[in-house]
Nanobody
Framework: QVQLVESGGGLVQAGGSLRLSCAAS????????MGWYRQAPGKQRALVAL???????NYADSVRGRFIISRDNAKNTVSLQMNSLKPEDTAVYYC????????????WGQGTQVTVSS
C-alpha cells in the first residue's frame, strides 16, 4: 500500500517562500506521476504541479513561474518550491502519486496547510 507523507507547510507572509516535501513508501515512484494538488475552503481540489513518469513538469497557470516541482527517484520524494507566495495560494496542499494525473487508483497524502497572510 502506498503511503505519502507531506511536510513543510506553515504560515508565511505574502511574497515569501515555502518548500513542501512528500516522501513515498510502499512503492517506487520512478516511472509514475507525482505531484501536488490544493484545496481552498469552498473550492474543489485542483492541480498545482505534477511531474510525469518521464520527468515532464506541468503547472497550473496560476503558479507557473513562481513554483518549481522536482522529484528524486532515488530518495522516493517529490518537492514543491513555492516562491512569491500570494494570499490566494492559501489552501491545504496534497501530495499525489499515480500512473497519471487522472489515475482513479491514485494515492493521496493527508494534506498540509499553507497559509499566506497579506
Amino acid at each position: 500500500q502506498v503511503q505519502l507523507v507531506e511536510s513543510g507547510g506553515g504560515l508565511v507572509q505574502a511574497g515569501g517562500s515555502l518548500r513542501l516535501s512528500c516522501a513515498a513508501s510502499g512503492t517506487r515512484i520512478s516511472g509514475s506521476a507525482m505531484g501536488w494538488y490544493r484545496q481552498a475552503p469552498g473550492k474543489q481540489r485542483a492541480l498545482v504541479a505534477l511531474v510525469t513518469g518521464g520527468g515532464t513538469p506541468n503547472y497550473a497557470d496560476s503558479v507557473r513561474g513562481r513554483f518549481i516541482i522536482s522529484r528524486d527517484n532515488a530518495k522516493n520524494t517529490v518537492s514543491l518550491q513555492m516562491n512569491s507566495l500570494k494570499p490566494e495560494d492559501t489552501a491545504v496542499y496534497y501530495c499525489y502519486y499515480g500512473r497519471s494525473s487522472t489515475d482513479p487508483f491514485g494515492s493521496w497524502g493527508q494534506g498540509t496547510q499553507v497559509t499566506v497572510s497579506s
